[in-house]
């Protein structure tokens, strides 16, 4: 619960004017995607051992794919904090992209500034949505990923 707060709180001071959102750099979700990842992992790693690696072998799985099959499922535990990273950065910044092009249109036009203006409006409204949303996907997902593992 903490981390969708605190997630949420970065987003949101994110679209204030002027305030660079710290969650668009890649540096940063990942290094906090990775973070909290490499302890569920650890904590699951050294409480749950036996299920952990059982894990890695689904009950029922043909004996022929028992050498490729542990591969695939430790790849995709891997790739999880990466997935996170991505979906977190690239929706945010997409907004902020949006944002930056109506903001030109509005500047370099005079005759269309009132229509754009309008719309920069609801663009913000959308991207504050997007904010809160985006925190929720991220810890739903980490949830959603524990949940797995157990």
């Known amino acids: 619960m903490f981390l969708v707060v605190f997630v949420l709180f970065l987003n949101i001071i994110g679209n204030i004017p ?4 710290i969650t668009l750099f890649y540096w940063f979700t990942g290094s906090m995607s990775i973070t909290v990842w490499m302890s569920i992992i650890l904590c699951v790693y050294y409480t749950q051992i036996v299920s952990f690696i059982a894990h890695l072998m689904p009950y ?5 794919l028992g050498i ?16 996170l990273i991505i979906r977190l950065s690239t929706n945010l910044a997409a907004g902020h992209i949006m944002l ?13 500034s009132g229509l754009i203006s309008a719309v920069l409006v609801i ?3 959308l991207e504050v949505c997007v904010s809160a949303l985006q925190a929720y996907i991220f810890g739903r997902l980490i949830t959603i990923y524990i949940a797995e593992i157990e």
Not at 60 to 64: D, F, Q
Not at 68 to 83: D, K, V
Request: glycine share 8%; hydrophobic share 60%.
């Open 18 to 21: 002027g305030i660079k959102s």
């Open 60 to 64: 029922g799985a043909p004996v022929g």
């Open 68 to 83: 490729i099959l542990p591969i695939i499922e430790a790849f995709s535990q891997i790739i999880r904090p990466i997935t």
């Open 100 to 112: 930056y092009i109506f903001s030109f249109f509005a500047l370099s036009s005079i005759m269309l």
């Open 123 to 125: 663009l913000i409204i």
